[in-house]
């Protein structure tokens, strides 16, 4: 018995250590079977565009709207929100995560690190960089960017001026890489152009153009190079960069989603509505839909709903498969008419806002000049970028439209920014709290004290 | 140890037993697998109201990064706890009291601590904390009649728990149990109890706080020093209405201060046996977000006195105010209730209640059958047949429907009221048959 044991023994003992540097090691234990240790840069571009649309049109694009009065909050959070009340620094954590998170700029910077070598592909990606970075710039003003993502366990603060210097070279570099010509790029896995060259190079210059414009308020020079960058930008409509949206779940159109979820929640905006009566303009019944006495109206901030009055988007607006519009032409030529008005170019500046003004059917206006026709052509663009976030960067830059603030919570301002994150004040000390941040955003101070139009601006102190 | 051996009492006097305790352990417990590995995700982008995207767009399938980070050193957490306790038997066990105090400390926590999310990821886990819990238990019972056909006992147990977050590593806050989607979570933040809440509340005095500053600049307490109003005073807006703050702060826990029982119970003619149980417990709070809710769409009774006049901190969540609208009376109307008065807003911690409650849990009558019929006709030795009454009366200061009634049963998240059920009073009868 005892040497039977002992048999026993000398043989299972050692097979038993040698399955035990099995057990401990081992493909069963180096890879998570419920998760991906690889990703090429097609998967992650999927999530990118998808991840910005939820940036450029999701909460943060929902709030500006209110502010600028294009939309109105009409219930609950909402109708809150539409005066200025209940922005908590909660609300911002949605569009910081989308920034710098899974899908946003740690996956871009993961796109060119596995493109190295593909310039059309490389330049894709820096585009979307810019477009990332470039949005938390004009919300947040001094952001993190240059040590993010790459192992800084607390990134610090950016100047504002110099993240927006950054990402002119990142979109010069792009534009580069896209102008050699090489490499396959991401073809048809491109939603926004398939990989087309010559569209994203476009859109990169209207997209250095708005850069150069948001930076205006506080350096007129730039105007000047705003000018050139729209020049060729995109200027003709098939251009456009469009989010992509289908009626597939989990593609749809993000204010359709909004819609469905929370269909009280939200309307279009009085001042909006009545302007585009006011215009005649043939966007009123794109846009709105009919209200439930059988026209248009809109709420003004802090109405509950009506709904014999307020106007929900058109069906073709509000279609889960509608493509919201990001950068257009039609907001690229405004932008080079108010630029061409800057440097002094009266005539070209009204032929320009004409030329849009036209492919709406609209009559050409004629004898502008001076603040009645810089109040004209960012009237235009008012319209143009409806549920846009840069119709929010125009109001704050020249104070058109010259709205009354719905509220005085932020002592008579329409809000200037938004506020840091939660997620981000809660790990990282060098972000300021809430009581040390900046009132309004370094491009965008001093407040203006004249609109427009000449008059005073009523929602800037 | 059995002291009263050592001493030689007499087992029938007035100390008859006693007995001192003490135990110390120590447990570990390991951290979830695949921390060291990087993972990309494939869940849906969420905008935090409903809307959603999928990573995956027109068929082009769609991965990113994971929000956790990967972390390769991650060490068990450890738990170790000391207990010390008496139990004494008086009067010849007539009377016997059970005395518990434990110590604990769990170390090297394992947290799903927040990263900022410019780094790129949102957690990552760490051995971050240390938690601490102590307490104590009493317990007492007393049996002032124990005869052959006649016996009556009565118990009391008291428990009182403190619970401690003393360290966490690298995050102001980790969340902790959980989201209830409705910004009220609890969080384990350094100095208070796990489970703690950090919410958004009305602005307040809130001496030697920084950041309590309002949304145009205003310092709130440079103000309140001025009109030497006490901490915790409300803070009026011109307008005469409250403000709500833009900053997260802790505003409370759902654990109670104590709890407790009685518990009686009577055998009469070694048949009838009757008991009762009262439960208490004391000093817990609960978010009341229900009544905010109805608030919200004016059906509550509270509600009944929208277009009248009130005066905050008057006739109105009495109590000190200061600011430039301190009291001002105001028509508290719809936009009142659909605003700051609701809990949409997103301010929950105006609706913290006390929920301390005395309930009586249990009464219940039984009576065992012994007679020779239930040999001959059932075949048992015995058949019990008891009549219970569960949760028939409660007393408590707490407005909603129960001071029980948990949105998330039991989950970390303990504390809040929703639109739940409260508990069931219920009347059970019961025949058991024992062979």
Not at chain 2, 60 to 88: C, F, H, I, V, W
Request: hydrophobic share 35%; with cysteine; aromatic share 10%.
């Amino acid at each position: 018995m005892r040497t039977l044991r002992k048999v026993a023994l000398c043989i299972t003992l050692p097979l038993g250590l040698g399955a035990c540097k099995d057990f401990l090691t081992g493909p069963k234990l180096d890879n998570n079977p419920n998760q991906s240790s690889q990703a090429t840069a097609g998967q992650l571009l999927s999530s990118v565009t998808a991840n910005a649309n939820i940036l450029l049109n999701g909460p943060g694009t929902r709030l500006t709207a209110m502010w600028v009065q294009q939309m109105a909050g009409t219930d609950r959070q909402y109708q809150t929100f539409g005066l200025y009340q209940g922005l908590t620094e909660s609300n911002y954590d949605v569009p910081w995560g989308s920034v710098y998170t899974g899908g946003g700029l740690v996956d871009v910077r993961n796109i060119e690190s596995l493109v190295a070598g593909d310039r059309t592909y490389l330049g894709i990606a820096k585009v979307w960089e810019a477009i990332f970075v470039g949005n938390a710039a004009d919300m947040w003003g001094d952001v993190p960017y240059k040590d993010v993502i790459s192992g800084a366990s607390v990134p610090t603060l950016d100047h504002q001026a110099d993240v927006y210097a950054a990402l002119q070279t990142k979109l010069s570099d792009a534009i580069s890489d896209l102008g050699a010509g090489s490499g396959t790029g991401p073809g048809l896995v491109d939603l926004i152009y398939s990989g087309d060259r010559a569209k994203w190079i476009a859109a990169a210059h209207t997209l250095k153009a708005h850069l150069y414009l948001h930076t205006a308020k506080a350096n007129a020079a730039a105007y000047a190079s705003a000018l050139t960058e729209a020049q060729q930008g995109i200027t003709n409509a098939s251009g456009n960069f469009l989010a992509w949206a289908s009626a597939k779940a989990g593609e749809e159109n993000l204010w359709n989603q909004f819609f469905r979820e929370r269909d009280s929640y939200m309307r279009g905006g009085k001042f909006f509505v009545d302007l585009l009566k006011a215009r005649n303009d043939p966007r009123l019944s794109q846009y709105f839909g009919l209200n439930g006495a059988g026209g248009y109206g809109g709420a003004a901030p802090g109405e509950g709903l009506d709904g014999a009055v307020h106007s929900w988007l058109s069906a073709a607006r509000g279609d889960a498969s509608f493509r919201q519009p990001f950068l257009t032409s039609d907001d690229n030529n405004l932008i080079i008419a108010e630029a061409q008005f800057r440097a002094g170019n009266t005539s070209a500046a009204l032929a320009t806002m004409n030329g849009v003004r036209s492919a709406y059917g609209m009559a050409a206006k004629t004898g502008l000049t001076g603040a009645a026709l810089l109040t004209a052509i960012l009237e235009e663009k008012y319209v143009a970028n409806f549920q846009n976030v840069e119709a929010y960067n125009d109001y704050r830059r020249t104070c058109y439209p010259n709205i009354t603030p719905a509220s005085q919570t932020f002592g008579g301002n329409v809000p200037p920014r938004f506020y840091y994150a939660s997620i981000e004040l809660t790990a990282n000390p060098n972000i300021p709290d809430i009581g040390s941040q900046p009132r309004r955003n370094a491009v965008d101070s001093p407040a203006l004290t004249t609109a427009a139009d000449g008059t005073a601006c009523k929602g800037q102190k | 140890w059995l002291f009263t051996n050592a001493l030689k009492t007499d087992e029938h006097g007035v100390l008859s037993s006693g007995k001192l305790r003490a135990a110390y352990g120590v447990t570990g417990r390991e951290p979830a697998p695949y921390q060291v590995l990087s993972g990309f995700s494939t869940a849906n982008f969420g905008d935090g109201w409903g809307p959603f995207l999928n990573p995956t767009q027109n068929n082009n399938g769609g991965l990113y990064t994971g929000g956790s980070r990967p972390q390769p050193a991650l060490k068990p957490e450890r738990n170790g706890e000391m207990e010390l306790g008496t139990d004494l038997g008086l009067f010849n066990q007539k009377v016997d009291i059970g005395i518990t105090y434990y110590n604990g400390k769990s170390t090297d926590v394992i947290f799903d601590l927040p990263l900022p999310p410019s780094t790129g990821y949102s957690t990552q886990a760490q051995n971050a904390g240390t938690i601490t819990n102590s307490g104590i238990e009493v317990s007492v019972n007393f049996r002032p009649v124990t005869r052959a056909n006649f016996s009556w006992e009565i118990g009391m147990m008291y428990a009182k728990n403190t619970n401690e977050v003393t360290e966490l590593r690298g995050a102001d806050f980790v969340p902790y149990g959980g989201t209830t989607g409705f910004g009220f979570d609890p969080v384990a933040k350094k100095g208070y109890p796990v489970g703690s809440w950090f919410d958004y509340d009305w602005v307040r005095c809130r001496p030697g706080e920084a950041n309590n500053v309002l949304d145009d600049g205003t310092d709130v307490n440079a103000i309140c020093s001025a009109a030497k109003a006490p901490a915790g005073a409300l803070y009026i807006g011109s307008d005469g209405f409250p403000v709500g703050d833009n900053k997260r702060r802790i505003v409370g826990n759902p654990l109670p201060k104590w709890t407790g029982n009685v518990s009686t119970s009577l055998t009469v003619e070694r048949h009838w046996r009757i008991s009762a149980l009262v439960d208490i417990r004391q000093g817990s709070r609960m978010w009341n977000g229900t009544l905010g809710a109805l608030h919200n769409f004016g059906t509550s009774k509270d509600t009944e006195i929208r277009g009248q006049s009130r005066t905050f901190g008057k006739d109105f969540y009495a109590g000190p105010v200061f600011g430039p609208g301190a009291n001002t009376a105001v028509v508290i109307d719809q936009g009142w209730f659909q605003g700051l008065g609701s809990s949409f807003s997103g301010y929950g911690a105006p609706f913290l209640e006390d929920a301390s409650f005395t309930k009586l849990r249990e009464v219940s009558v039984a009576y065992t059958f012994e007679q020779p019929w239930v040999r001959s006709w059932l075949g048992a030795q015995s058949m019990d047949v008891r009549l219970s009454g569960r949760n028939l009366l409660t007393k408590t200061k707490y407005s909603g429907i129960d001071p029980e009634a948990d949105l998330a049963g039991t989950d970390a998240s303990r504390g809040l009221d929703w639109f739940g059920n409260p508990l069931s009073r219920s009347f059970v009868l019961t025949f058991s048959i024992n062979r």
